[in-house]
């Protein structure tokens, strides 16, 4: 089958206007849209108008489509509506694929490639949760290839086995160490301590990504805007602004609420909310850097997570070693999850965190410890009034005895 794209003219006797079409290469078959017209010299023009544009772009032959080229597509057409953090990511993964395989052109990159680059990342101590992330990254833009008639056929990816639920993932800072990073801020940011410790109050009770916090506005218009003109305030979220790209008004959490209104008056309720601007230029400092702030004053307050496996390739032996993680941005987040999944229902959580599943919103009950919901249903019993005057006896501790409360593994 040749690779080479051809456009055509058609008439149908039941259409005025004349047809475009051509047969895809990959699929084999036919593809076709309006000209537009039913003057068959303008139609003959816009058939070689779109074969151009599909042997410079869409439907380009497979065989042919090279590596930079493809890149190119991808961020022109793929990530041009996506956020610049989520650009990013793409980008970070297939440049990592890039710097292994040096593909010449796409259609080189096959399963056996992959797998390639997947044996190679792991011998050079890649921890598996970064290796599934870049290939499901690098495997949607392939499949995305595939449908649009980029590759004849996506490379097959088999994702490594992670541990499910809240394995391996940073445990949510607690509301002492909170404090105690707050106390640490003047240390760290000496000149704008104010300013830096309304930020970490307002990830604290938010619940809001690192980038959604510095992009929250109190103008209406703004992307991401509080909304005080209803009964209660709300976030009010442009599609562009949000990771599941979709327009919302969403409800905003009563404790942040009340904070936002005390801490900032009416006459202060103009432009970002959170305002950080770099000394040397005035303009809001990046959200990168914005992580690496709250990560050192978390070290300075040692506030401590998580120790990670750091694995890399010393004079041609494995060295795996424990570095210490401190509290983020987005550790503040799954704190405010837990704290909120001990209160509401899942339904609830999932609205008040934006979470585009409820499976997501699921894994903060599932991690809530067995005193906490003991606690919790001693309250919705009765409390203390209700337990016997006199005690049981005393009875012999039962070998193997377990806890129906604790979460399932």
């Known amino acids: 089958m040749s690779d080479e794209i051809q456009v055509t003219v058609l008439r149908y006797p039941d259409r005025k206007n004349l047809v475009l079409a051509y047969v895809d290469p990959?699929?084999?078959?036919?593809?076709?849209?309006?000209?537009?017209?039913?003057?068959?010299?303008?139609?003959?023009?816009?058939?070689?108008?779109?074969?151009a544009e599909l042997a410079n772009g869409a439907g380009v032959a497979p065989s042919k489509l090279t590596w930079a080229d493809f890149r190119r597509i991808v961020r022109e057409e793929k990530l041009s509506e996506h956020p610049p953090a989520t650009v990013a990511s793409y980008e970070s993964s297939l440049n990592r694929l890039e710097r292994v395989l040096n593909p010449d052109k796409?259609?080189?990159?096959?399963?056996?490639?992959?797998?390639?680059?997947?044996?190679?990342?792991?011998?050079?101590?890649?921890?598996?949760?970064?290796?599934?992330?870049?290939?499901r990254s690098?495997?949607?833009?392939?499949?995305?290839?595939?449908?649009?008639?980029?590759?004849r056929k996506a490379p097959?990816?088999?994702?490594?086995r992670l541990p499910k639920g809240f394995k391996g993932k940073h445990r949510p800072p607690v509301a002492e160490e909170y404090e105690r990073m707050l106390?640490?801020?003047?240390?760290?940011?000496?000149?704008?301590?104010?300013?830096?410790?309304?930020?970490?109050?307002?990830?604290?009770?938010?619940?809001?990504?690192?980038?959604?916090?510095?992009?929250?506005?109190?103008?209406r218009e703004a992307p991401f805007a509080v909304d005080l003109r209803g009964k209660r305030p709300v976030f009010r979220i442009a599609a562009e602004a949000q990771k599941s790209r979709r327009a919302e008004v969403c409800p905003m959490a009563p404790d942040f609420a009340q904070w936002l209104l005390a801490t900032f008056p009416e006459g202060e309720r103009r432009g970002r909310v959170f305002r950080l601007p770099a000394a040397q230029t005035g303009r809001q400092i990046s959200e990168g850097l914005v992580g690496k702030i709250?990560?050192?004053?978390?070290?300075?307050?040692?506030?401590?997570?998580?120790?990670?496996?750091?694995?890399?390739?010393?004079n041609g032996?494995?060295?795996?070693?424990?570095?210490?993680?401190?509290?983020?941005?987005?550790?503040?987040?799954?704190?405010?999850?837990?704290?909120?999944?001990?209160?509401?229902?899942?339904?609830?959580?999932?609205?008040?965190?934006?979470?585009?599943?409820?499976?997501?919103?699921?894994?903060?009950?599932?991690?809530?410890?067995?005193?906490?919901?003991?606690?919790?249903?001693?309250?919705r019993f009765g409390g203390e009034s209700n337990i016997p005057v006199t005690p049981a006896a005393p009875t012999e501790e039962i070998p193997g005895e377990i806890d129906v409360f604790a979460p399932s593994v």
């Open 156 to 160: 097959k990816i088999d994702l490594p």
């Open 294 to 314: 709250v990560g050192e004053i978390a070290r300075k307050a040692g506030v401590l997570v998580d120790e990670v496996e750091k694995t890399a390739k010393i």
């Open 106 to 135: 796409l259609a080189g990159v096959t399963t056996a490639a992959i797998n390639r680059y997947v044996t190679h990342s792991r011998e050079n101590g890649m921890k598996a949760t970064n290796l599934a992330s870049v290939l």
């Open 183 to 219: 106390a640490a801020v003047p240390k760290v940011r000496p000149d704008d301590a104010t300013a830096w410790e309304r930020l970490l109050t307002g990830l604290w009770l938010s619940g809001l990504r690192r980038g959604e916090i510095l992009a929250l506005s109190w103008e």
């Open 26 to 51: 990959v699929s084999g078959k036919r593809k076709t849209k309006s000209a537009g017209t039913g003057n068959e010299q303008a139609a003959w023009k816009a058939a070689a108008k779109w074969e």
């Open 317 to 379: 032996q494995l060295v795996t070693r424990k570095i210490p993680a401190y509290a983020s941005a987005h550790d503040f987040r799954r704190a405010f999850c837990t704290r909120w999944a001990k209160r509401v229902t899942p339904a609830v959580l999932a609205k008040l965190a934006r979470h585009a599943s409820v499976a997501v919103t699921m894994q903060y009950y599932v991690g809530l410890d067995a005193q906490d919901v003991a606690d919790d249903l001693w309250e």
């Open 138 to 151: 690098v495997g949607a833009c392939f499949r995305w290839a595939e449908r649009r008639g980029y590759m």
